[in-house]
């Protein structure tokens, strides 16, 4: 459980905090598993419904879960895309429309986004998009001057004037 921070100091602290957030004869949609019993508490307490929602690997498969979380910019979990999906189909929104505002959508400021960047043969992975446009920047500033130096070697290496002095 995430909110440790302002929520906590322990995660049943966070989880009450959060339950606190239940409405009053509506629906509770989550996807908390650990402490499912004080969210469905709150939820009976105020007479709303209880949606427990499972990772988007229960909720479509595994091969399917791994293909829709590639299709993000950005790096999301499974259970909020589980959760967010769950949410858009109860209230009729097909879940391909559903997936594809979720994938076109901008990410959150100081959402993860991770590049991989074949180099040399080796994979180089960057995450987040500032630190890598600012690495791709030097990268190619460093593949660019390494080319200009080997094409001057080559050049001078296989120069053979045409007119040579006596």
Do not use: W
Not at 46 to 73: N, Y
Not at 94 to 109: F, H, I, N, R, S
Not at 127 to 136: A, I, M, T
């Amino acid at each position: 459980m995430n909110h440790l921070d302002v929520m906590g100091p322990g995660p049943d602290d966070v989880a009450r905090a959060l339950a606190g957030t239940t409405p009053v004869g509506g629906k509770l949609y989550t996807s908390e598993r650990d402490r499912l019993a004080i969210l469905k508490e709150a939820a009976e307490d105020r007479k709303s419904e209880l949606v427990a929602v499972g990772s988007l690997e229960e909720e479509m498969g595994e091969q399917e879960a791994t293909e829709t979380l590639a299709s993000f910019r950005y790096t999301e979990h499974s259970d909020n895309v589980a959760l967010a999906l769950r949410v858009c189909t109860d209230l009729g929104v097909e879940p391909e429309v559903a997936l594809g505002g979720m994938t076109q959508a901008a990410p959150d400021p100081g959402a993860t986004i991770e590049r991989r960047l074949g180099f040399f043969g080796r994979d180089i992975v960057f995450v987040n998009e500032r630190p890598f446009e600012l690495v791709e920047r030097v990268l190619d500033s460093a593949i660019f001057t390494f080319l200009q130096t080997v094409s001057a070697e080559t050049i001078n290496a296989n120069y053979e004037p045409v007119l040579r002095a006596n």
